[in-house]
Structure formats: C-alpha cells, structure tokens
C-alpha cells in the first residue's frame, strides 16, 4: 500500500482489518517482495549472516554432489540433459557444480547439458556464464533428463502452527495487543483437520505441530517438472510418526533464527529473523511416489555425503597427507578441516539434515550413493 515504509507499517495496516493467521503472517515476514526477509540485499545465509547451510560451510558440499553429476551424466546417455538447483538463494551451489563439472574435464563444453538456479527471490543471485537463473521452472527451456536439487528450500516455506484442544484443532494467529504483536487462537481450517486425518495423525491434547500445505504441492511440480532423473532433497525435517510424536515434539518445531541463535520467540522484529520449521518427508515421499517415482534413498546427510565419495576430499584426508607453508596457512586449513568434518559429523547438521532421493526412468541399476557403509 502506498506509505508503507517497513515490514511493522504492513502489519500494521493488514491487522488493522483483521487479525492474520500465522501462515499469513510468515508469507510476508519472509517474502513480502520489499521488506521480507529474503528480499533484503543482504545474504542471510553465511557466517556473517544468521544461519550457515551446507553449500556455504564447506566445499566438500557441492564436491560429492559433483560424483553424483558425473554418475547421472554417464546414466543419461546423449540425452539433453540438466542440473536444477531449486531455492538457489545466491547461487553459490549451482556455480560450484557448474565450475567443477567444467574443471573436471567431464566433457560438458560439447555436452547438451546446462545449469540453472531457481529462486523466487533472485536479488542476491551471482551472476556466472555457464549458470541461467530463473523465478519459476517455468522458465526453463525443455530436456531429456534432469537432475533437481534443493538445500533447505522446503523448511523456509510459509507454515502454519496448530494446537489441538480436546477434540478441537486450532490454528494460531496474530493480533495486535496493546501495540505489540501477540498470538490468538481461532479453529483451524478446514484442510488441516483434513491434513492429519488423511495420514492418521492424531495430536495429543495441548500438543503444537507446524504444517506448510506447500510440501506436497511444490514437491508434486517438481516431479511433473522431471519426466525422466533424479529429485535430491536436502532438509531439516522427519517422518511423519517421529515429527508429530506428541511425547518428543510437544511444542512443534518452529523456530526463528538470527545471527546463528535459535528462539522460540517467532513473532519479534518481522523480516529480520529467519522462520522455519522441520518438513514431514512422507509429504514429499508419497507425492514422489504416486507420480511414479522410486524412492532410492531416505537417510542422514552423513551418509549420503559420504557414499558419494567426500571423505577423498583433501580437506578430508588424513592430517599427516597435508603440508602447509606457514601458520597463518595452517590455521585457515585447521578451519577449513573442521567445516569440512561439520557437514558429515552425526551430530548438527550432519546428522539433522535428511536427504530423500527420488528417482524416475533412470533404469534399475543401484547409484554410488546407496552403497551402505555403516
Ligand atoms: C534457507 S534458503 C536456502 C538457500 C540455499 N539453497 C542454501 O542452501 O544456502 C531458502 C531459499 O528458498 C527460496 N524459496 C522459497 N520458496 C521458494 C519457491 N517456492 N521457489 C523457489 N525458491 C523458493 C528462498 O527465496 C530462499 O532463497
């Protein structure tokens, strides 16, 4: 609206009307298109932002996803042939996949193969010669195979909070009190009674669970997007019976996060705090599979990482194989060691980021990344 100067003038002005359900209220808080979170100039993402990912904490990220390249490529015969990194934030995975492919020598110059990153937001997009970003698939000229990858794209889609109440199901939404942002209960929408009783969830009485109805639906335009390859999902979440176990997860999983501290206090300085909550992978996995997908791996980044080859990865290998020419070198290899080791580590992100790979008309033969280590 004409006026509004800040992301507190919107809100203001939209509670002015009416109170916002939560979801609302997380839509704009993160991708209002001047003031949302995702909108500003800045990257939140990176040390000097309020969370790290995976791709920005240690190369030996987009270094295992390049075997899977080189695999997919061999598999794909002279197929056109493409790699999609969906929710590409500023692109730094993409580039580095683009870079490594080319630097591998994989022959991708004379290949009909291509790279792009898709964002609703490309503000902070890196421009590259050999990578085209797009807002939409859409946009994205046709191919024989492809191969879709995302890195926390499905943990930062809006979401609602409910909370069961005796028989009832609540959502949360957002009031103004007394010139501060406060919650309200109203009964939730219909679909999200409709939600847990079509998967046979039942919420114990006070229990909160977070639900993006866009799980499935943005997962369902990805599988109609790839008629032949691979979807490679990346993400803070759980299956369904362990993320609405009421006993574990009473509270939900929502979460705000700035400057690398977590809070429950999801309703402060909109827009500059990320929102996000823990995905149900069976939402993506039963999508995938009613479309005629084959799920060909669900478990830890740990392990996926590592089937694909990162541990021969120098910052990987063992100390004694490394030389450095002085301590300011080898200080920034200890840091560079201790990242690298972050990524595969069962514990943090390691070991709380679940990987789930879906795979269509690719043929039957097992992929490197399903070799069982441990
Ligand atoms: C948490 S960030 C992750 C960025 C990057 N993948 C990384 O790992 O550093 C989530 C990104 O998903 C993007 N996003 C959210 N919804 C989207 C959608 N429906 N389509 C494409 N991108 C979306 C956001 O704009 C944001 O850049």
Redesign the pocket.
Known sequence: MPGERSLSDVLRNSLNNSDLPFRDFVELA??HPEFGY?ARPES???REGD?I????LSPVFSFALGRLIDEFMSRSGDAVWQVV??????G??IRALAQGAGGRGSGIGERPCAFFG????LG?AQPQPDVTYA??LGDIPPAEARLII????F???PFARLVQRGEELHELWVTERDGALDWTEHEADARYDEYFAERGIELDDGQFADVSL?WPA?YGDLCRFVQRGLIVT?DYGLPQTKLFRGRMRRFGTAAAYSRHRVSRDLLVNPGEQ?L?AHINFDDLRLTGERQGFASRFFDIQAKFLLALGAAEHELLKPVGEVTVDNAEDGMALLEARDDARRLILPDGIGADIRVLVQERGMGREEWGFQTKLF
Request: aromatic fraction near 10%.
């Open positions: 993160l991708y995702y939140p993402v990176g969370f990912t995976s791709p920005l990194d969906i929710g590409c934030g500023d730094a995975l898709v964002d609703r937001n902070r807002t939409s995302s890195n926390e794209l943990d930062a889609l866009e943005l990346f990320d996000t």
